[in-house]
């Protein structure tokens, strides 16, 4: 099974020009605690919740000043959507997150795939629940 298979397709993205406040309200919305970061529908990092609390909040950083490039993480795991299923529940346990954003062969943001998604669409409850123990160790 390929990641396009089980991946969720409609997914928004903020901007790394983008205020906090502006990701946060996207956030809010979508009711999501992570959101991509692309450049012209490229991924150039993700920024999360916590992101904004943590480092931009807790440092002093006014939210309609401060940018989402300013916070966001640069180094961001991702897979491809034509990988097989084994490939994104491998790198979701070795880095450590529930979800993981989907790539096209020109390197564009096509999709997330979610733990969730593993879990309902996969039919493999083994392979579930070995990547959600191993994305809810504490870290190495």
Same mark, same amino acid.
Request: proline share 4%; hydrophobic share 35%.
């Given at each position: 099974?390929? #990641? +396009? *298979? $089980? &991946? /969720?397709?409609? !997914? ?10 502006? %990701?946060?309200? =996207? ?40 940018? #989402? +490039? *300013? $916070? &966001? /993480?640069?180094? !961001? ?10 490939? %994104?529940?491998? =790198? ?49």
């Amino acid at each position: 099974m390929q #990641v +396009r *298979d $089980v &991946m /969720s397709c409609e !997914v928004q993205a903020t901007t790394p020009h983008a205020t906090l406040r502006e %990701a946060a309200e =996207l956030m809010k919305k979508l009711d999501v605690g992570p959101l991509p970061v692309c450049d012209d529908n490229r991924l150039v990092g993700m920024i999360t919740d916590r992101d904004i609390t943590v480092r931009a909040v807790a440092e002093g950083q006014d939210c309609y000043e401060g940018k #989402v +490039r *300013d $916070v &966001m /993480s640069m180094d !961001v795991a991702c897979c491809h959507e034509e990988d097989d299923i084994t490939v %994104a529940t491998r =790198l979701m346990q070795e880095k450590q997150v529930r979800r993981l954003p989907v790539l096209d062969r020109d390197q564009r943001l096509v999709g997330i795939v979610s733990l969730g998604d593993v879990a309902l669409n996969t039919g493999d409850s083994k392979a579930s629940t070995q990547t959600l123990q191993a994305v809810s160790e504490p870290n190495r």
